[in-house]
Each structure stands twice: as C-alpha cells, then as structure tokens.
C-alpha cells in the first residue's frame, strides 16, 4: 500500500465531539449473537401486519405509480395530509390541510424543528430525562437545555417556559420514563405556551400504547380550546408516528401545528430530503383508510401489557436490592433508579454487556451528560422467557460490579 499523502483534513464539526453513539449501537445490538437488547425502543416484529402490508404494497404501486415512484410534495401526499387532518380534529380543535406536514418518520419533526427555530445558544426547555433521539436531533445547532422536571410537585410552567424559544414534552408515556404527564400540567403547559409566547413541541409516539385506564387530552387538544371552530394556530407543535402503531420501516411520521410552522418546516425539510417516500405515504394513507391500526392495536396492546407485566414481576424478584421503579400504565419502558446514590448506571453498562444483556443508562437522556442515577429496561421486544433470563442477566451485572467495588 502506498502511504497517503497531502496535507491534513480539516475536522468534523465540533458537535461530533459531544455526542454518543448509543442508538446506533441498540440498532445492531440485535445482531450480537446471544445478547438480550432490553436498551432500544424496538417493537415485536410479530406484530406487524405483514400480509395486509404486502398486498397494500401491491395495489399501490399499480394503482399511484405517479405517486409511489416519482418525486411528490414537500408537505407529502395531499390526501394523507386530509386523511390525518381528520384523525386527528376534535370538536374543539379543527385541522386543515394546512396544519399537517408529513414527515420521513417521527425523528424528522424533531429534526426539522431545530432547523427551523433554533440559533446557536438558543435555548430549550425539555422534560427531564430527554429522549435521547430529540437530544441527537438538536446538538448540533448547540442550543441550551433547561430541564423541565415535570413529576415534580410545584412545577411552575410559566417560569419553566419562559425565554426558551421552545418547549419540549413527551406526555404519554415519556421516553424514557414512562410517566404520564397529568391533565393539570398538561393544562399548565398549553396555557403557559399561550402566555409566554414559546412553542411546546407534544411528541407523542407512544399514545396508543396504554395498558391500564383511561388516555388524557392531547396538549394541543387543550391548547385549541380558546379559539373554538377556527383552524388550529397555537403554540403547540404536536408530532405523531406510524412506528410503534404499524411498523417503524415505514417512516412515516406527522407533524400537526399552526400554517406558519408548518411553511416553515416544510423549507426546513426542502434541504432535508424534499420528500417522504411517495410510496409509503400511500401505503400509510391505505393503511389508514382500512383501519389496519385499529385491527392490529388489539394484538399490540395485549402483547405489551403482557411483557410489562413479566418484566416487572422478574424485577420484583431478582432487582429489589438494586432498583426501584414505578410499573408504567403504557410506552415501552420502565425506568428504575439505582437505591444506592453512589453507584454509577454508566459503571453497569460493561457488567451488563459482559452478562450478555443490554440497557440504556440515564446519562444519554440528560443534556449534560451527567444523569448517573437509572437504567431504562425495554419490554415490547423480548418475549417474557427472555425478559427473565435479560432481568437474572442484569442481577448479575450488579453483583459483579459490587464485587469489583469492594
Ligand atoms: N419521539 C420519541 C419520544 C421516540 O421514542 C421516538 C422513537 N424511539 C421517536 C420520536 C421517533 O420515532 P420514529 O422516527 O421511529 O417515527
């Protein structure tokens, strides 16, 4: 091999510097022969709908080959943008085409959202701990973070809000926590949005998977509700996703807000990818209109709520020493705080690897880095017999990470 010559290549882009690369390594841990992945949020394969998909597929490519195989609309397909308008309008909140975006996934709204509104330095008030793909999504246009801690008693939206140029949330069911935001803070935040004049973006990928009790209205549903029959132009950015509902390779996700910030997003996506895939949206649009969600949500559900409950009862048996945590009312995680202030989740990580088992440690939901306090545990991808075999993996863990300390 001839040596390279010519002078030395300018770096990458400082941001690269700050950042992990802990999704990617969820995405292909599922490739090591023998570990159980409990870090990612990956859904049951079992679940998809893949006959129904296939003749969609099918009958789609003949009968939209404009559609499906050329260029389309930067907002995406007009009769999608319809057919989401009406999914998602209630009473007090009309939608208009105008209101939608389609997006290349629920990850592009996060994207597109820090293109179109965020300077360097600017700042963002997110729920602590963050979706690390939201964090991923906005580091390099080096923004602030000021967390927003919204479980806590005395949570003051307006000052929380205040000077952020937005808001983030993710109230059904947070990634990571799987909390619920409650209707009264919910309440806080659409009226704080209001008075403070900052856009609160409402990422809710995980509505539909509620296990236990009755859904909360959506934050823009209660953000609408001052200006009754009027096509929405709140604050509220609200983002959704077929992902968790059908199947994440699709990649069709929404983003449903006021006309200017969908104009605005809509140039932030012209230098993205100018279109999501003319063929998906119409799968996406079929799927819709035959009401596959519904057919397979029955499934889905009691597939879920199964595991959860697996996975919680083989914690309650092998993780009480280490851990506490609140069994989650819907999502695709429990996070459990280590009882031993001391002990680092970011030292467990190697033990758990070594164990042969995988979960995400808490510094990658903080900003800073710095959140060393719990592990999120993923239940919708492994059946329950892995999920205790994962849960005795990671008792291990600890054992040989306490053993190490003395
Ligand atoms: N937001 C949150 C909170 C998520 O957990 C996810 C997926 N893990 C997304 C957005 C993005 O979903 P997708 O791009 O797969 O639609």
Redo the contacts with the bound molecule.
């Keep these: 091999m001839t040596p390279t010559s010519g002078a030395p290549r300018p770096p990458f882009a400082r941001w690269l510097g700050t950042t992990n690369d802990i999704t990617r390594t969820f995405l292909s841990a599922g490739r090591i022969p023998g570990l159980i992945n409990m870090a ?2 990956l859904p049951e394969a079992a679940t998809y709908p893949v006959a129904a998909l296939a003749a969609i597929a099918r009958e789609v490519v003949e009968a939209h080959p404009h559609d499906v195989l050329g260029y389309g609309p930067i907002e995406g397909l007009p009769e999608l943008r319809d057919a989401l308008a009406r999914r998602f309008a209630t009473p007090a909140l009309a939608l208009t085409r105008a209101n939608v975006l389609v ?8 994207d597109l959202i820090g293109k179109a509104l965020l300077d360097e330095g600017d700042l963002i008030a997110g729920q602590f701990p963050t ?1 690390l ?2 964090l991923d999504a906005w580091r390099p246009r080096a923004p602030r973070f000021r967390p927003m801690p919204l479980g806590k008693a005395g949570f003051d939206a307006v000052t929380a809000l205040d000077g952020a140029k937005f808001a983030y949330t ?1 109230p059904n069911f ?2 990571p926590t799987g909390r619920m935001v409650g209707l009264e803070t919910r309440r806080a935040l659409a009226e704080a949005a209001h008075r403070t004049g900052t856009w609160l973006v409402e ?1 809710d ?2 509505g539909r998977l509620l296990y236990d009790g009755e859904p909360l209205p959506r934050v823009i549903e209660l953000s609408a509700q001052a200006r009754l029959g009027e096509p929405y132009d709140g604050p509220v950015v609200y ?1 959704g ?4 509902e059908i199947a ?1 390779g699709l ?3 929404w983003v449903i807000a006021a006309p200017a910030m969908i104009e605005a997003l809509t140039m932030a996506k012209q230098g993205s990818d100018m279109c999501t895939s003319g063929l998906t949206q119409r799968i996406a649009l079929a799927a819709l209109e035959a009401g596959l969600i519904e057919q397979i949500q029955p499934l889905v559900l009691d597939t879920y709520r199964a595991r959860r409950d697996a996975l919680c009862a083989a914690m309650d048996a092998h993780l009480r020493d280490w851990l506490d945590w609140e069994v989650p009312v819907g999502g ?1 995680f429990v996070w459990a705080t280590a009882r031993d202030r001391a002990l680092s989740t970011d030292l467990l990580l190697p033990h758990a690897m070594s164990a042969g088992v995988c979960v995400s440690p808490s510094s990658v939901f903080d900003a800073a880095g710095q959140d060393r306090s719990a592990i999120r545990i993923n239940f919708t991808l492994n059946d329950p017999q892995r999920l205790q075999e994962g849960v005795r993996r990671l008792a291990r863990a600890f054992e040989t990470m306490q053993a190490r300390r003395g």
């Design positions: 990612g949020g997006t290349t996934g629920g990850m592009q709204g996060l979706y793909g939201a993710v947070s990634n990422d990928p995980y983002m996703t077929l992902s968790k994440p990649r069709i996700g695709m």
